[in-house]
């Protein structure tokens, strides 16, 4: 069936630094990429996401990549800071359905 | 606005109690979600609604019961419960587009449940 790969299953990265966590896709239909940030006790909040048609994408601090013919996309973060400390989700979502296919998730870790 | 709220934010029952959770959304969408997300793991889809219509029933066990009684509403009424079900249950809310259907997906915060 349909996965998506995420890795690195953790990351700790020193503040100021840029971080970059990379998702595969097996779907070939898949068309939309939302990326979520999860703090402890939330739920997951979009803070970017790309469609087929588009190569990157970028909001401030935050960029994603989406390379289709390799099927994966990159979540970018530059300058981080300790609140960007959370769980991020890729996740991939083929037109006509409903479902998002979860990566599994990386926790990234800011240290000040 | 993208809110999505949820209630209760906690929530502890026994095996044999009911009970319901409860999510609101008032940015007219027409799709609605319910996941189960557990500990160190990402979200998985139990029950998918477009307009107000059940689309989706990823085999959930019948101890749970959703129900959309409107646009804006959706309820997951809970009944006989085990243990393992202790989760955080998330609703999420997107557009509906008959022809894709493709379209982000707003979560709210979550109900955390603890069955004793």
Redesign the interface.
């Known amino acids: 069936g349909e996965n998506v790969e995420q890795h690195p299953s953790t990351l700790s990265v020193q503040e100021g630094d840029s971080a970059v966590i990379k998702c595969t896709y097996s779907d070939s239909a898949s ?2 990429f ?1 990326w ?1 940030k999860q703090e402890l ?6 803070i970017i ?1 790309i469609r087929s048609n588009v190569g990157e994408k970028k909001d401030q601090r935050i960029a994603v990549t989406l390379n289709k013919t390799a099927k994966h996309f990159s979540l970018h973060i530059t300058e981080t800071q300790p609140e960007d400390s959370a769980v991020y ?1 890729c ?1 991939a ?8 296919i ?4 990386t926790r990234l870790k800011v240290l000040a | 606005d ?1 809110e ?1 709220t ?1 209630t209760p934010k906690h929530l502890v029952m026994g095996m044999t109690n009911k009970k319901s959770l409860k999510c609101e959304q008032h940015m007219g969408h027409r ?1 609605m ?1 319910w996941y189960k997300q557990k500990a ?4 998985e ?1 139990m029950f ?1 609604y ?1 307009y107000e219509k059940l ?2 029933n990823e085999s959930v066990p019948s101890r749970f019961s959703p129900e959309c009684p409107n646009s804006s509403l959706l309820n997951l009424h809970l009944h006989a419960l085990q243990p393992e079900d202790s989760a955080l249950y ?1 609703c999420a809310s997107s557009h509906y587009n008959s022809g ?11 109900t ?1 449940l603890t069955v004793l």
């Open positions: 068309n939309y939302p979520y006790g939330k739920g997951p909040q979009l996401d989700f996740a979502l083929s037109s006509g359905t409903y479902k998002y979860f990566g599994t998730g | 993208t999505v949820q799709a979600y160190k793991k990402p979200p889809l998918v477009s689309s989706i998330l894709s259907r493709t379209d982000t997906q707003y979560f709210g915060p979550g955390r």
